[in-house]
């Protein structure tokens, strides 16, 4: 298994374009998250999913858009990127165990730049 | 609100055993308490969780005291690689998609 992949790592943007970050886990988990985490500080949660077709907001979905049409992938969109938006993105998917007890595998980051 | 507080940062030597408390006084009767880690600019890594027992894997310990106000995650025999930051989580199972990371206590190490 891949596990949970990212791309891009790195990306830079102007303010004011768009782009897509892609985020795909080949695991069959249900749930699956986007977070961004600034600098010294933890994740906060953007948006997040239960399942295909199903995504519901985070703490800070402000700017972005997500939506799940398959298990494996979950993308995230900026619409229009604004400098506050620079951060590390992580996407997350979420085992489901019979014991209704669940641990996240996160993906490696992408890390996003706006100008 | 904060549903735990850790220590900002602690150290200790290679090889012996790292103790990372964790207070979490208004977790709720079905709360779990999971550990995460995050090695530098890498995603975090689950580590373990327990509901009131104490608990053991290939990684880790947990123990959660009788009242399960606190826990302790326990490394038993730190590496120079176990140098990260670690999170103590408390969360509803199900709802595990909408983790809170807090800013964890960054765990140094030292040969």
Known sequence: NAGVTQTPKFQVLKTGQSMTLQCAQDMNHEYMSWYRQDPGMGLRLIHYSVGAGITDQGEVPNGYNVSRSTTEDFPLRLLSAAPSQTSVYFCASTTRRDRADYEQYFGPGTRLTVT | ?111
């Open chain 2, 1 to 111: 609100d904060a549903k735990t507080t850790q220590p900002t940062s602690m150290d200790c030597a290679e090889g012996r055993a790292a103790n990372l408390p964790c207070n979490h006084s208004t977790i709720s009767g079905n709360e779990y308490v999971y550990w995460y880690r995050q090695i530098h600019s890498q995603g975090p890594q689950y580590i373990i969780h327990g509901l009131k027992n104490n608990e053991t894997n290939e990684m880790a310990s947990l123990i959660i005291t009788e009242d399960r106000k606190s826990s302790t995650l326990i490394l038993p025999h730190a590496t120079l690689r176990d140098t990260a930051v670690y999170y103590c989580i408390v969360n509803v199972p199900g709802a595990n998609s909408k983790l809170t990371f807090g800013k964890g206590i960054t765990l140094s190490v030292r040969p």
